[in-house]
């Protein structure tokens, strides 16, 4: 019998060379960023024949300690994936992924110690979050925005954006304040349309002024609030990475020998990493989508991993723990193979619970034959894969077609992303949208809260509303309505 750490060699040898446009197909597509409504419950599966049961996560969260009663014996006649998906069929998943005490964040997904977390993506220890994704590490009032981390704040339809304040419609800003449409600003104060300045203040487009006459410039400048979506568009500047060594990509700042990336910090070695974040030196991560925490190494084909995992393969929003394999929304469990939702759990194989030396041993029997039929290394297949492309991380950044992912089995969704419309209220077009906003006769920017009432129906046929959350801050920065739906902008957002 070989031993465990003979498997876990063979694994991490085979994501070497692994293509940034597979790595994104296969695991970037576990993670959704579209919400559904299922038996009445918002979720972020949609309902199809590979997740037939959801259930609120607090109902969720009740039976935890009991899931390895209702595992499941192996199948040697069939492979591990086939064995997940029959656990799968039987399994009443969380409709909602949250780890720890989370307030007001009741519609929102992977969600760790957040307040007032709506209709976001991964904010941990974020509050006042709204329409965002990766909003991480002490965050708060940031909207419509992806990666903002670090103590950040005041932020609305912006990438990237690190230990700064108040930050519109920009990318790449790191340690800098009242920032408008501008990008790769390091150190800079009160500075719109500017790109690749360094401890600057009061610019326009790169050019230094005097503190007065940079502010009435802005005032002037400002006014023109129906042009700001359209220069966001525009701004294409990839920030440079940061205090980091033989790595190559966008946004990596204290990185040794990272290939293929985006937006990740403090790693050593690593291939096809994306939102790998709050590093201390981790060690080895290659074809992962989204880890953050002070200490984890050695993640192979991870979607989502939390607080101090280690050796984690193939697997799925684990939030500590070590030697895990084909799993999905583990916490602070160890050796476990096609696991789903336990906690503080070891030596369980599709939730049925072994002894060490039993463990061990169908452990070296599942990888041999892995390896023999040539799955050793892979990541879930397609047609256990519960969600639609088009509403995932994958589809987000790289733009694949329909029938790219149709032809490999994947889910797609056709119908227009909608909101659900009580029958006493009113659709207007996105021409209409103007009427509610604009100046009064003193110059002062206003948006009638009769807007808060209607659902707009963007110029793609997508609908979506006003919440107050969103109101009130438009008002407190002087911002204009959206004039797209939420994910169009998140997507616009993450090209670079």
């Given amino acids: ?289 989204q880890a953050w925490g002070r200490k984890w190494d050695d993640f192979y084909g991870v979607c989502g991993g939390w607080n101090g995992a280690s050796n984690i393969f193939y697997s799925s929003n684990i939030n500590g723990g070590t030697a895990l394999f084909y799993s999905l929304f583990l916490e602070d469990c160890s050796y476990c193979i096609g696991c789903i939702g336990l906690r503080n759990k070891q030596y369980c194989i599709l939730n049925k619970q072994y002894s060490k030396e039993q463990w061990m041993q169908k452990a070296d029997e599942i990888f041999s034959i892995m390896q023999d039929n040539g799955t050793l290394g892979n990541f879930f297949p397609w047609h256990i894969n519960p969600f639609y492309f088009n509403d995932t991380m994958a589809w987000l950044i790289w733009g694949f077609t329909k029938q790219q992912v149709e032809a490999d089995g994947y889910l797609w969704r056709d119908e227009e992303i909608k909101v659900d419309i009580p029958e006493w209220t009113q659709t207007i077009g996105i021409s209409e949208v103007e009427e509610y906003q604009g100046y009064d006769e003193k110059w002062n920017w206003k948006i009638n809260p009769e807007i808060l009432k209607k659902v707009i129906i963007d110029e793609k046929w997508d609908y979506y509303r006003i919440v107050q959350m969103e109101y009130d801050f438009l008002m407190k920065h002087g911002l204009p309505l959206p004039e797209i739906h939420w994910m169009d902008r998140m997507k616009l957002n993450l090209w670079v």
């Avoid at 009445?40 to 935890?64: A, L, N, Q």
């Fill in 1 to 289: 019998m070989k031993d465990l750490k003979h498997w876990q060699d063979a694994m991490k040898a085979t994501h070497k060379d692994n293509n940034f446009e597979d790595f994104l197909k296969y695991v970037a597509s576990w993670a959704p960023l579209v919400f559904h409504k299922v038996d009445g419950t918002v979720s972020r599966y949609p309902k199809s024949d590979r997740i037939w049961w959801v259930k609120h996560i607090d109902e969720f969260e009740k039976t935890r300690d009991s899931l390895t009663d209702h595992g499941i014996d192996y199948d040697e006649s069939k492979d591990i994936f086939d064995n997940l998906g029959e656990l799968m069929q039987g399994f009443h998943f969380p409709a909602l992924i949250r780890f720890y005490q989370n307030h007001n964040s009741d519609f929102a997904d992977v969600v760790i110690h957040g307040k007032n977390v709506y209709m976001s993506y991964a904010s941990i220890d974020a509050e006042d979050i709204l329409y965002s994704c990766q909003a991480k590490n002490y965050v708060n009032h940031v909207v419509s925005s992806v990666m903002v981390f670090d103590h950040s704040e005041q932020c609305y339809m912006s990438l990237s954006v690190l230990e700064s304040y108040k930050v519109f419609f920009s990318k790449y800003i790191l340690n800098s304040n009242n920032i408008w449409l501008s990008s790769d600003l390091v150190w800079c104060s009160e500075c719109i349309l500017c790109h690749g300045l360094e401890n600057k203040s009061y610019c326009i487009e790169n050019v230094e002024y005097k503190k007065h006459e940079y502010l009435v410039k802005k005032e002037e400048i400002l006014k023109n609030k129906q042009g700001f979506l359209k220069i966001y568009k525009t701004i294409k500047w990839a920030w440079k990475n940061h205090n980091s060594i033989d790595s190559s990509g966008t946004n990596l700042i204290e990185c040794d020998s990272v290939e293929w990336w985006y937006h990740s910090n403090g790693i050593h070695n690593g291939r096809n990493i994306i939102f790998v974040w709050w590093g201390n030196g981790n060690e080895n991560m290659y074809d992962t989508y």
